[in-house]
């Protein structure tokens, strides 16, 4: 079965980087295009960045753009997001995403708090 496992989440203080990885299985990695969502407490989830299938192409939140960048390595089944100069606002639990044999499907998230 389609499973999804986000790990890396953290404390970091404003300013901060970190790096949140997706290690996918149970469907071919590298024919589908994976996604990163965050939902913040009392907020909805909402997308903060796409890479097509052979990492080609990929796209931001305007909120994220030119601090957030994700990649893939198809050869791992991994999709990572690596988050640079991290505001509180960036604070969150970050989710994996991908649309495999047309359903949804959802890591169980992990949590980035940005605070010092």
């Known amino acids: 079965q389609v499973q999804l496992v986000e790990s890396g989440g953290g404390l970091v203080q404003p300013g901060g980087s970190l790096r949140v990885s997706c290690a996918a299985s149970?469907?071919?990695?590298?024919?589908?295009?994976m996604n990163w969502y965050r939902q913040a407490p009392g907020k909805e989830r909402e997308l903060v960045a796409g890479i097509t299938s052979d990492g080609g192409s990929t796209n931001y939140a305007d909120s994220v753009k030119g601090r957030f960048t994700i990649s893939r390595d198809n050869a791992k089944n991994t999709v990572y997001l690596q988050m640079n100069s991290l505001k509180p606002e960036d604070t969150a639990v970050y989710y994996c995403?991908?649309?495999?044999?047309?359903?949804?499907?959802w890591g169980q998230g992990t949590q980035v708090t940005v605070s010092s």
């Open positions: 995403n991908s649309i495999v044999w047309f359903r949804n499907y």
């Open positions: 149970g469907f071919t990695f590298s024919r589908y295009a």
